[in-house]
């Protein structure tokens, strides 16, 4: 069986990665790091799991963390992992890396938005793991950049209709709203119980760090340029992100046609839901699941399409397409682990 | 003292009402009115008041709404005001009425989102009341049509811009979200605790009744058809309204530019704030008052504005904007009864 | 394949039966009924189970059921139960009904709280399916008595205690704290969005027909009349319930000997979680789980104990008890369909 | 017009103070000091204010404040005002202290739960500011220890029937749940969105600091040792405080006596509501008031009463209260800048 560990497993994305994988039928979590608590028992810091993950943080090493695992997810904030992922590769583990480390393949993008990379020749071979779209190149992978979660809800939806030329480039505009999960489990102001309830906002408009991300992957899709507004929003629940994308059609197409180009290119793809009949994806209707549902309506007075896309932040949006593309690298089904019926509430 | 009453004061926006009018210093409320709670004690519904307004719920009947109050709101579902307002104007009564009765300019408007109008001929006669754009009609009129919560969240940043020619009407795009007391007081799945908790969707997307209502004051002010995408979303908590918009610019001009626009037309105008440095709209700083608080960024990689406003919902969006009409019609200061300091949080 | 039935399958216990049932590897979920939906796809009622669980919801007829299951689970107002269930029994299924007409012993207990009941010989045989207390008869029931949510989150810290005779039976007193979803899902003024939220109160103090039930059962376990006082509260947060309970100390002992009686109570049991070291219960940690669990605290100023649990009123309160009792029934292990690793949050 | 300032005026109980005596028409809020936002403008901390509050926070000194204001509100943690306070009195200004310093008669009492007291003359000299219990002292003070929001919730509803012998002072027992803002605004795990948001849990069970505070003052009231289980719990809400409290009837008496007792104690109090006719108190209905609300049901099979009150921790349970003592010391009508219609939800 397959051994595997977790590189910051006590934030909010690596206690989601033990969930899942603690749970996965194919492999055998067997070591889980964290510097703020080395030695301490993973129970007592997420105690929702006490009795049923037995494991015990440790201190990151290199030797250790080698011993132990084949593949190694890391859950740490960006920059931390460019410095630790090459001795890892070199030792030969296959890594899934959730920062925005190994996302990029314009190096130059990266370095303009977070710093300067230290880890360049690895950035070439890695491949940005959004499972739906890169599925052969992840298969051979040795190296996966996740994507952000803003990214994943944001691409999901638009791809399809890019590689179709269904839309005017520049007219996209992507809306999205964010469960206050994703500001991680370091208590800040912004995430204070007090000024998160009851509390709705935007925040780094058109200059959040997943911009280029996004747009990175929509030209080479689109195969030209293409620039995106993006505005995030805060929320005040736990988990979700609903995104609602904007855009001109390029062509003189009606409903159909799109309902026909999303769904034919996600056909059998497991964790894409298409939404029925005028129906909408709603976030409580992902909660706790890998899905992205996805839904759509055409303005028509304005020649203008509207896509909507539901995820669960935390799962598809970080630890559950991480453990997608694991599945994906071992050659397993890519749902082994991810799969349980949704909660109804 | 003028002597004021509300129709259909125990819905949230009737509520409301009572809650602004029971402190105005300058009007005294001597009569509500509800169908459902006909001889009940108001604090009796909404217990927070009693002990503080004694008013007893009557039922509605035009000679004792008329004998006992000069100034009328009513707060009910379209459709039933346009059938008792005529009477009470023959009467010599002011009316403000919060539904979409009274809104429209053009009838057929109305009529094709609503159902056949049967007062037209007070159609003419009535002010849309957009306190800060229409103040000096609304000063002289006798009947106002209270704007819906959502025109007043995108009109109030948009109508300066707008005027001014800075933005191409071709690319407006309202991404609206609401707290669920726009949803009202009677009980529904969509309002439901369970339902709405942790959970964001879009609803009536590019088909709300209100999308006609905004593109009428649109077109008015920006002396030119005006079409907008609006796309409305419930949100988990009680009060705010948060709404992003998103146009071209027509002119190349800098976020100065944009800054004095909005802030001259609105030099002295005491309910609106605009954002100083960067600083966005959030509902949790508008939550129980009057104020409408606007931002924005400009995206010059994309040569696009975002427009942020806030609003409280049942304030701004409804009962405090209707007091603010009555203290224009009444030549008083119109900040009275709807000033006090904002809470913290 | 054991194949089971849910009559009333769209409230919200009837839809976590959906859920568990679906997921269970031992059991086929055949056939699930409702007046409301008949003939409408379950996915459409649960959004989050489309592509997932593709049963249609029918009709109930006696007939149909009995055709498709074995095993049928009763999740429907109280006495609509009663009517039906004596004809599934008496076809040789075995049923287990979430409501309370198959909870008592003592039938004059039943109708003073709720009505005349019409299937007094059936109450004699069935069995009340709290788990870790009754698993024995449990195992041999053709008819379970689901417990309610409240006697559950009371009884189970309760028992071990009151059957070791270390509590005065005269000063127990239980503060439960219950999240909406147990007001279920048909819409209503307590359980609107803005009337629960931010909201918290108690209701039904010293009168809920959860007392008496509990009373039955904490007579019998400690072998002399037990009345307490029973005061629920609702809390704005959709799963899970914790009770605080208060007992004076009936013996001169120490916390080390509450920890004994307890632990060594439950040892072995798979769904009861005694907190270590001064650590407490908390809903989060129990939310979606079919877990109990347990902690405490001696006041010995004043010789007197604070029992606290938390369960998720969904699950351990309603359909994974239920499920466990069917896995008892069926000899198979209780923990079936009913684990998988717990959410972190 | 009496100069007022705030000490620490950032912290929740701080804010509330500033929004309370901006609007006060009595007295002018002339300083408010902070050591983390020197020099910022208030509104730039509490944007909800902005344009209303236009006071700039000052760095504490004893010089400047007593220049500035009569009266001082001290709104920091513990032991911080015992070692400032003495030197504002020696000045000739009222003070008014939120924090435990002031509060305990006996000084043993507080070295045993807090620290050594380095004021303990003062200690004799200061009111404990209970405004409905000790109204005549306040009127008289130079120094009022302000209660806590827990003391506050659970003296009022108990004082009357305690002073008139009605109940058993062996048997009393209170559940107290606070909203998160009684956590304040330092960020922390326990008042982090995504830990408190859908979770409900106890803490310091039978070990709070208010225990003593709530005691102390039973016991002078009742005129015999009052010892008291006290356990509080945390609510995902913003503000309010619900307390039920248990005790045994000391007298054959009825819910009539109950009613009269408490009804004629508070006969004429402006800020105590009696709920009428089994109607009971929720956190809602005093959400940003200076109300306590008390209800009450007898469980006479128990022969046990049930104490219902609802405050707003932040109001009635800090800075309101803070602002009626001042109202008192200073001979205005201690409804004065405290009154404004409540919001209906």
């Known amino acids: 069986m397959t051994r595997v560990g977790v590189v910051g497993a006590t934030g909010y994305a690596g206690a989601e990665l033990v969930r899942i994988l603690s749970g996965h039928p194919d492999v055998e979590l067997t070591i889980i790091t964290s510097r703020q608590y080395a030695e301490v028992e993973f129970g007592r810091?997420?105690?929702?799991?006490?009795?049923?993950v037995s494991l015990v943080c440790e201190k990151f090493s290199v030797e250790n963390i080698c011993d132990?695992?084949?593949?190694?997810?890391?859950?740490?904030?960006?920059?931390i992992p460019m410095e630790l992922v090459p001795e890892l590769i070199k030792r030969g583990k296959k890594v899934i890396d959730?920062?925005?480390?190994?996302?990029?393949?314009d190096v130059s993008l990266y370095e303009s938005f977070y710093q300067a990379h230290t880890a360049?020749?690895?950035?070439?071979k890695a491949v940005y793991g959004l499972c739906e779209i890169y599925f052969d190149r992840i298969r051979d992978a040795l190296l996966i950049g996740n994507?952000?979660?803003?990214?994943?809800?944001?691409?999901?939806?638009?791809?399809?209709l890019l590689k179709s030329n269904l839309l005017d480039v520049n007219t996209i505009i992507a809306d999205s709203k964010s469960g206050v999960s994703g500001a991680g489990r370091s208590p800040s102001l912004v995430a204070h119980f007090c000024e998160a309830n009851e509390s709705l906002k935007a925040y780094k408009v058109a200059a959040h760090r997943h911009n280029p991300e996004m747009e990175e992957v929509l030209s080479l899709e689109a195969?030209?340029?293409?620039?995106?507004?993006?505005?995030?929003?805060?929320?005040?629940?736990?988990?979700g992100m609903l995104t609602t994308i904007y855009a001109n059609l390029a062509q003189n197409i009606g409903p159909e046609d799109i309902q026909n180009c999303i769904a034919s290119f996600y056909s059998g793809r497991p964790f894409i839901r298409i939404c029925p009949d005028n129906t909408l994806p709603d976030t409580l209707h992902v909660?706790?699941?890998n899905y992205c549902d996805i839904g759509f309506k055409l303005d028509e007075r304005n020649n203008r399409l509207i896509l909507i896309s539901a995820i669960d932040n935390l799962v598809k949006g970080a630890a559950g397409q991480a453990v997608q593309n694991m599945n994906i690298m071992l050659g397993l089904d890519e749902t082994k682990g991810l799969v349980s019926v949704p909660f109804p509430l």
């Open 98 to 105: 959730l920062s925005a480390d190994f996302r990029f393949k």
């Open 287 to 289: 909660r706790g699941t």
């Open 120 to 124: 360049k020749d690895l950035l070439k």
């Open 45 to 52: 810091i997420y105690p929702s799991m006490k009795g049923v």
């Open 68 to 79: 132990k695992a084949d593949v190694i997810f890391m859950a740490l904030p960006h920059k």
């Open 147 to 160: 994507p952000g979660c803003y990214p994943t809800s944001v691409l999901l939806p638009l791809v399809p």
């Open 223 to 239: 195969g030209e340029p293409v620039k995106i507004t993006f505005v995030p929003h805060l929320i005040p629940m736990t988990r």
